[in-house]
């Protein structure tokens, strides 16, 4: 029997690899050191998905050239941004920014764009997606809007938001999967892995 391949996270976001924890799923994690601010493109969407790629095959390419790298593995990468009023919101570049687009957002709705890219080692093969989910945010109060800026949350996250954490009772409701908010969609991951002749069950931790 055909030992399964070693699921490897490109990213640093605890919330991912809480997600994929909880979904029975143990992933090694190594952080891609990619340079998200260098990266431009035109629409939200399309930046997830750029960014996404740059991750896993940054990683894939430093375990090809390891010599502790799995016999075999996949490399997930994802990357999540917020498309709001005609703008690409990343990560806030300070509490200022993220107090104005708060004021902006509230009682307002965006998109959040994930993308994921899944690259198996040593094939190379690789599969790709961007998931998106419409976001509705509460009419937020002044006095809460500087609360969860001072909380700190808001500067580490796209969109300067979370639905997992001090942020979820600013969310009203979603349209579409609640883990693509999160960070990464458990329903994409199932296709990716598909697409490359796999089953998440496979990956299921041993009871």
Known sequence: MTARPTLVLASASPARRTLLDAAGID???IVSGVDEEAVEATTAEALSGVLARMKAHAVAERLRHSAAAPDRA???GCDSVLAFDGQILGKPADPEDALKRWQAMRGRSGVLHTGHCLVELPSGRAA???ASTVVHFADLSDA???AYVASGEPLWVAGAFTIDGLGGPFVERIEGDHTNVVGLSLPVLRRLLAELDL???DFWRPR
Do not use: D, K, S
């Open 74 to 76: 996949l490399v997930l």
């Open 27 to 29: 992933a090694e994690v």
């Open 128 to 130: 790709e997606h961007v």
């Open 199 to 201: 089953q998440i069950t």
């Open 144 to 146: 809460e809007i500087e």
